[in-house]
């Protein structure tokens, strides 16, 4: 990783606002080419610092109450691209390579479940 890229990783959690309750943000993981949004997941500091460390997509399980590093057990990791945060610096967008599937239903995406916005009659 170059100078400034480990700057960055040990910078950026830093800027961001943890100051919530929990101490966790959202983090969305959308695909870099397609830019299909894949599932929405959290992160502490500690699993930004990895992300921007390793550049392998590290959330943290609200269930397991853990580091949770994206497919260490599936092998369906995230090779993030990219690590952006919004305008009010309290969630993060992923740009990740996606290697298999990103839901755990075996979905490519967790977002598979449409909802009919159409009037009904």
């Excluded at 040990?10 to 695909?31: G, H, K, M, R, V």
Aim: hydrophobic share 40%.
């Amino acid at each position: 990783m170059s100078s400034t890229g480990k700057f960055e990783a040990e910078i950026a959690p830093l800027l961001l606002n943890f100051n919530n309750e929990t101490e966790i943000i959202p983090a969305i993981a959308q695909d870099f080419v397609s830019k299909e949004v894949l599932m929405l997941a959290w992160m502490n500091r500690e699993a930004l610092k990895l992300t921007a460390a390793t550049g392998t997509a590290t959330y943290w399980s609200r269930s397991r109450n853990a580091i949770w590093v994206k497919g260490a057990t599936s092998g369906h990791t995230q090779e993030v691209q990219e690590l952006k945060f919004d305008c009010d610096a309290d969630a993060v967008l992923l740009l990740v390579k996606q290697i298999g599937v990103a839901c755990h239903s075996g979905e490519r995406s967790c977002f598979h479940n449409p909802i009919d916005l159409k009037e009904k009659s």
